[in-house]
């Protein structure tokens, strides 16, 4: 009886101690978001003031506010979403509800999960190559919205494509026994169901393309610009490359430190917001939109 | 209802073509990447519009970039290193003729610059000359011009020196920077891989419903950060901690990139190995409990093994979004493309590069064109990923 009593007491000490280690790096891994959010915060909270957020930047960026920068960002967003937004949600109709099974739905499906994982960096080569200079689009908000919005597109399609699958097939088919026609049927009936997690999606979109930096290096982001943008040709500054050369390639690194906290300050919010916002709207609509 | 029946195979063909928008754009992608990017190759990889001659009686007639680039280095100051003659490389361009020669001796569009090169070379048989193409293009005699190596894929995937703007021959070797993004994007991930592993076994495993509820929205948050965001934290608190642990002269080394990204690929990693853990049957796991072994056993004999294709496509796309991650690598690597890469040194990786040079780099030119063929390695790259991605998790399927 010794024997097998001392291996269930190895076992069960075992087992503590793996349980103990994996509890404490998952609960280190939130700690670490946290850490990483009161640190922007923390240097960050100082520098907002109304000023900051609404101020031209001055002194070689090292004084004034980031007002130009939000602008541009607002823009690119707004200009992104306009084309991936209807592109991305009628791809997705098109995937989830008149592709047939097969080697097309399966091509495209391949071709929406490659789009996904392509670099952020080759957007911005490609939207350079194409719209910055094949088209003649110049350093301009159209063709950084487009980069972006080409960035965004397989986020809206496959959300789309996940909102319309959670709707069940028998609403679809009660329309048809009433004599809705497909596309009538989609847009009473499973568009109006799905909506709630295709605006996950949107959001969730919208997070990743205010983030983004690479895409737009090439095709829109000025270093610096003494006014905002007029038309959607201009060039435009953006947060996230604002923050990107206030802390790598200014003239005064240190001088504008306290602004790239507030830069990243603003930033981090910006995406809590966005977020939370579709944890929320996902919470109350009680689906759940898978991102991976 | 007749207006309908107008508009609605309108709408159904507008949805149809919005379908093949993906592939569309992926399309574009490879034809205007590829289009810039093999342009490049076959290029000479002398500045443009300029040649290099040597004299006439030099037996040397052809260089690589390579040899060019130490001649004017001056690594090498003999052409016997070069399998000619023994006699010193005398190296001369307009800096030299304008020190020989007087501005009206050069005439205003330097239309006299052949004439003047003649009656400079003829005094220097060992010369190694590099003019402007427009102005001497067959009009040397003394000279004859020099063959210099194209530039083949072969060449650019092994050559290890980046030099992309020295003059007059550039080196575009892609190895330092192909090893460098290997070394941090793997390292990366030998970091996060036991962790991730660790906290998708707790989340799928251990934790119960309402631990689970508040840390999964959190640790997807982590992936909601953007890059730049990453790149700054790195840049001002990881990269002083590096630098001051292992006491360095600077902190932006490989090390601090591979913990950045390592940071970044936790989501991707725990979100996908947790997904692969629970697709385990629960049978597999009463019949372990019952036969009694205990949880932990379980876990590690049965669900595990069970998900370890999905685990091994985390891994895997883990590695690519770290080959791929181009601010937070731009920030904190360092940016120096030393061979071979050491974790604690200056690294640059492949999108680092083409962020910080294409900027830089003249519309069209030799080094534009460079950066695109790098956008293409990456490309074909994250390609391969993601192609081996679906393989390993279709395997889980069957």
């Known amino acids: 009886m010794e024997f097998p009593e001392s291996n269930e007491k190895r076992k069960k000490l075992g087992q503590a101690i793996m349980f103990g280690l994996s509890r404490g790096i998952s609960y280190g891994i939130v700690a670490l978001l946290f850490l990483i959010l009161f640190f922007i915060v923390k240097q960050g909270i100082g520098v907002i003031s109304w000023e900051f957020l609404t101020a031209m930047p001055t002194d070689g960026m090292t004084k004034g506010g980031i007002w130009p920068a939000i602008v541009g960002t607002v823009y690119l967003v707004l200009g992104s979403m306009l ?100 596309l ?40 610096f610009l003494p006014k905002l943008p007029s038309s959607i040709m201009d060039q435009a500054m953006a947060l996230p490359y604002h923050l990107y050369v206030i802390s790598t390639s200014g003239t005064q690194i240190e001088a504008s430190r306290p602004m790239a906290y507030g830069t990243a300050l603003v930033l981090v919010v910006i995406v809590l917001i966005v977020n939370i916002a579709a944890a929320l709207l996902r919470n109350y609509f009680g689906k759940k939109v898978k991102m991976n | 209802m007749r207006i309908r029946r107008f508009t609605e195979p309108v709408f159904e063909s507008l949805i149809k073509i919005c379908g093949y928008s993906s592939g569309f754009v992926v399309l574009l992608i490879i034809v205007f990447l590829f289009k810039e990017g093999i342009s490049f190759f076959g290029s000479s990889p002398v500045e443009e519009g300029f040649t290099m001659y040597v004299h006439a009686s030099n037996p040397v ?47 205003k569009d330097f239309e006299f610059l052949p004439k003047c090169i003649d009656s400079y070379m003829d005094s220097l048989p060992g010369s190694l000359a590099f003019f402007p193409s427009a102005q001497t293009d067959g009009k040397v005699k003394s000279a004859v011009p ?13 050559d290890t020196e980046w030099f992309p703007t020295s003059r007059p021959a550039a080196r575009m070797g892609v190895m330092p920077l192909l090893l460098g993004t290997l070394l941090v994007s793997f390292f990366a991930i030998i970091i996060a891989l036991p962790l991730g592993l660790a906290a998708a076994v ?74 692969a853990l629970r697709t385990t049957p629960r049978a597999m796991k009463e019949a372990s409990l019952a036969l009694g072994a205990s949880q932990w056993q379980t876990i590690r004999k049965v669900v595990v093994p069970y998900a370890s294709s999905g685990i ?51 519309f069209g030119g030799l080094h534009f064109q460079a950066l695109f063929a790098l956008g293409c390695l990456l490309f074909i790259i994250t390609l391969i990923i993601s192609l081996l991605v679906e393989r390993v998790s279709a395997k889980r399927i069957n």
């Open chain 2, 312 to 362: 091994t496509a985390a891994a895997i796309l883990g590695i690519g979004r770290a080959i791929g991650e181009t601010m937070a690598a731009l920030m904190v690597t360092g940016n120096s493309a030393i061979m071979p890469p050491t974790l604690l040194q200056p690294v640059r990786t492949i999108p680092a590069t083409i962020a910080a040079e294409l900027g830089e780099a003249p």
């Open chain 1, 184 to 223: 009538y049927t989609i847009r009473k009936v499973v568009l109006p169901i799905a909506l709630p997690n295709i605006l996950t999606g949107l959001i969730l979109a919208v997070g990743r393309v205010s983030g983004e930096t690479a895409p737009i290096l090439f095709t829109v982001a000025a270093y």
């Open chain 2, 146 to 158: 020099i063959k210099i190596d194209k530039i083949t894929v072969g060449k650019f995937l092994s």
């Open chain 2, 202 to 275: 707790y989340l799928a495993e251990i934790a119960d419903e309402r631990v689970r509820k508040f840390l999964k929205p959190v640790i997807e948050l982590l992936a909601g950060i953007p890059s730049v965001v990453y790149g700054f934290f790195g840049l001002v608190v990881i990269v002083p901690l590096v630098q001051s642990t292992f006491n360095l002269p600077v902190g932006e080394t490989a090390l601090a990139g591979s913990i950045v990204l390592a940071i970044m690929a936790l989501p991707t990693i725990i979100t996908v190995s947790e997904d």
């Open chain 2, 61 to 107: 007639k052809d260089l690589s970039a390579a040899q060019i680039k130490d001649v004017f280095d001056q690594k090498i100051t003999n052409w016997k290193a070069l399998g000619g003659a023994d006699q010193p490389i005398e190296r001369f361009s307009l800096d030299e003729l304008g020190e020989a020669f007087t501005e009206e001796q050069l005439g």
């Open chain 1, 83 to 182: 084309f991936a937004f209807p592109v991305g949600v009628m791809a997705g109709i098109y995937v989830n509800e008149y592709a047939v099974a097969g080697p097309v739905k399966r091509f495209v499906k391949m071709m929406t999960n490659n789009l996904a994982g392509v670099p952020s960096i080759i957007f911005g080569l490609f939207g350079m190559a194409l719209f910055v200079n094949q088209m003649g689009f110049g350093a301009s908000i159209l063709a950084g919205s487009l980069t972006l919005g080409l960035l965004a597109l397989p986020i809206v399609i496959r959300t789309t494509e996940e909102a319309l699958k959670s709707v069940d097939d028998t609403f679809r088919q009660a329309s048809y026994a009433l004599g809705g026609s497909k």
